[in-house]
């Protein structure tokens, strides 16, 4: 008609919906999932926004159609969430917000064929995923609160078509003109035997009409309801790889169930993969808040940044389903169920940290973001610091404050740590040359956060942390350095120092005698008071 309008797709879609449609093709039935997963997600957040927008409006029913038709060949799966105006049409359907498909085909080509089904999801491109079994793909929608429609079409070959329609009440149709080869997606058991494996944790009902009567396809109980002793390894792996969008094995799962002063049952996962595409700046925790089996928001900052790699959903009985934004930053509910669910993590910590080959695949995923607890977190420090683990001058592996304690020399009374970029570097600095004459273990840190935290965590276990490039650091007490006598080689200084100061002038504060060196002449050294050489050397980087 007239006002057919066509586009041209973003440059990176063409070329995705080829590779989509290729590298996956013999994992095809996963198209239906993600298109249930993201009707489900629709649902959601058309509850969601209704909370503060009634206007919106719920339906009485949230089910999720999906609707084959043999004769005319064509899979519907409609929903009635928060729908999609015309330009969010555009936008969702005709770009690649998010991610590029070069990060795409790297992933696809690095990653075993089995994982490559999950890579679709996490790289937010499950819709294309319609166009493995579809010759031509129509989505018809209506944004709630508006009562315009527009159906979206393509044939997933460089272009898509907009035009005005009509949709009786808010929501999205999306229907599939099958390929021949793809027949099989019109069967109604076919199509059921596929939700209850990849999508029965949906808690929305999901129902597959069959001879004209609708019938329920997923079980629809929230998994993080059922007693423990009732879940499999595997279904709490396929709801965790559904959360996050991952396809890693899980390195821990906590599932408990709080009653008394508190209510809520809590799922988590601690992945046992670094995401793929770290989210940058993100600093907020994710982990799902439901009340009553609800979902509320994914907002409510359940545990603290420093905890952000933690998945998962909590689901409380202490708060109405009508909550709202406001009220959510305000309860003192949220507030008690934030401190026994971070309590709950540490806890885990502590007792997977017993095994330290186990606890070392957790430590080099995420502790660079754990130490930011010590950083940020007087509630936490100690609790924290006493999970961190360190390469150390003395021994191989990873090592702990609480070990290197135990190991410190009679007459020692701080903890020394070197902070630098490179590990190798490090435990090769001049800087640790009359500790290692000393016998004295110096802890090596790499990590940038390791600029900032050190100076916060003022002591472990009464043993205060000293940086040994800050200020002057007095070895006499813990042995001979090597290096001869040091009163003799003092004397031979005094003339030598107020020469180098005078010759160096601005460039530095003082030239000191040190008993820290053993082959080296001179090192640098950081103000007793003031930032550490290497925030120094990170705030010349920032242009500071
Ligand atoms: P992702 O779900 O990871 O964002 P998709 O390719 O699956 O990536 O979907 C792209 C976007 O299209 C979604 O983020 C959403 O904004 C929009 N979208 C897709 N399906 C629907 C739907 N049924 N209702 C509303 N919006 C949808
Ligand atoms: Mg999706």
Do not use: C
């Amino acid at each position: 008609g007239e006002t057919l309008e066509r586009h041209e797709f973003g440059a990176e879609v063409g070329r995705l919906l080829d590779l989509v449609v290729h590298a996956l093709y013999t994992e095809r039935e996963i198209f239906l999932r993600e298109l249930v997963a993201n009707a489900a997600d629709a649902v959601d957040r058309r509850r969601f926004e209704a909370l503060t927008d009634p206007a919106l409006g719920m339906p009485a029913e949230t089910a999720l159609r999906i609707v084959p038709d043999k004769p005319a060949r064509t899979l519907r799966i409609a929903d009635p969430g928060i729908g999609m105006s015309k330009a969010e049409l555009a936008e969702h359907l005709g770009t690649i917000a998010r991610s590029g498909t070069l990060a795409f085909t790297r992933a696809l080509a690095e990653r075993p064929a089995a994982e490559r089904p999950s890579l679709i999801g996490q790289f937010g491109v499950g819709f294309y995923s319609a166009f493995m079994v579809a010759e031509r793909v129509e989505v018809t929608s209506r944004r709630a609160g508006s009562e315009e429609a527009w159906t979206w079409a393509s044939e997933g070959k460089g272009d898509y078509t907009l035009a005005p329609a009509t949709r009786a009440e808010p929501g999205t149709d999306v229907v599939l003109h099958l390929k021949p080869e793809a027949e099989e997606f019109l069967e109604p058991f076919r199509l059921q035997a596929i939700i209850r494996k990849w999508a029965d944790h949906i808690t929305i009902p999901i129902l597959v009409t069959h001879d004209g009567k609708d019938e329920p396809a997923n079980e629809g109980t929230a998994l993080w309801r059922k007693p423990k002793a009732e879940v499999s390894e595997a279904s709490y792996t396929e709801f965790y790889r559904h959360l996050g969008h991952v396809f890693d094995t899980p390195w821990a799962v906590l599932h408990w169930r709080a009653e008394g002063a508190l209510d809520f049952a809590a799922l988590l996962f601690i992945p046992g993969m670094k995401p793929f595409q770290a989210v940058e700046g993100e600093r907020e925790s994710r982990v799902r808040l439901h009340v009553r089996r609800m979902f509320i928001t994914d907002q409510a900052a359940l545990l603290p940044p420093w905890l952000r790699f933690v998945h998962g959903v909590v689901d409380t009985e202490d708060l109405p389903l009508n909550v709202s934004r406001e009220m959510l930053q305000a309860t003192p509910v949220l507030a008690r169920i934030r401190r026994a669910v971070t309590g709950r993590v540490l806890s885990e910590l502590k007792t997977r940290a017993k095994d330290a080959a186990d606890y070392a695949k957790f430590w080099e995923n995420f502790g660079p973001i754990l130490k930011e607890g010590v950083w940020e977190d007087a509630e936490h420090r100690q609790d924290v610091a006493a999970l961190l683990r360190f390469r150390s001058s003395a021994v191989e592996g990873w090592t702990s404050l609480a070990d290197y304690v135990a190991r410190m020399k009679p007459g020692q009374e701080q903890i020394y740590v070197l902070v630098g970029e490179d590990p190798a570097a490090l435990a090769k600095s001049p800087q640790l040359e009359g500790f290692r004459a000393r016998g004295v273990e110096v802890l090596l840190l790499t990590d940038q956060i390791d600029a900032f935290w050190p100076e916060r965590l003022d002591a472990f276990e009464g043993k205060p942390i000293r940086s040994i490039t800050q200020g002057t650091v007095d070895l006499s007490k813990l042995g001979e350095g090597g290096a001869g006598e040091a009163g003799g080689e003092a004397a031979d200084l005094t003339a030598l120092l107020p020469r180098l100061q005078e010759a160096l002038k601005d460039a530095v504060s003082a030239v000191r005698a040190t008993d820290r060196l053993v082959d080296s002449a001179a090192v640098l050294a950081a103000p007793e008071h003031g930032p550490d050489l290497q925030l120094q050397r990170l705030m010349r980087r920032a242009g500071r």
